[in-house]
């Protein structure tokens, strides 16, 4: 599985063992609690976590404001850390 220009299940020459291992479980736990983002946070989410693009790329692709996208930002952040 590919996130962020990153392959999860490709072994790394940077971290190894217990640390990746853990890494990978938090990212993937993340991943699950994303589901369940309403559209417009889940829009955000996929855009500039899982593909990497700036902030006013994905202002101007979903047809809002920067301050939008912050606002949204924020949100789906208090969201996924289950707050």
Do not use: N, Y
């Not at 309403?38 to 790329?57: M, Q």
Request: aromatic content about 2%; glycine content about 8%.
């Amino acid at each position: 599985r590919w996130v962020a220009g990153v392959d999860l299940d490709a072994p790394s020459r940077e971290v190894t063992g217990e640390p990746r291992l853990e890494a990978k479980r938090a990212l993937e736990a993340v991943l699950t609690r994303a589901e369940s983002l309403s559209p417009s946070l889940r829009a955000v989410f996929d855009a500039v976590v899982c593909e990497g693009r700036e902030i006013p790329e994905v202002a101007r692709a979903l047809g809002v404001s920067r301050a939008v996208i912050d606002t949204r930002l924020l949100r789906m952040k208090r969201r996924l850390r289950g707050g």
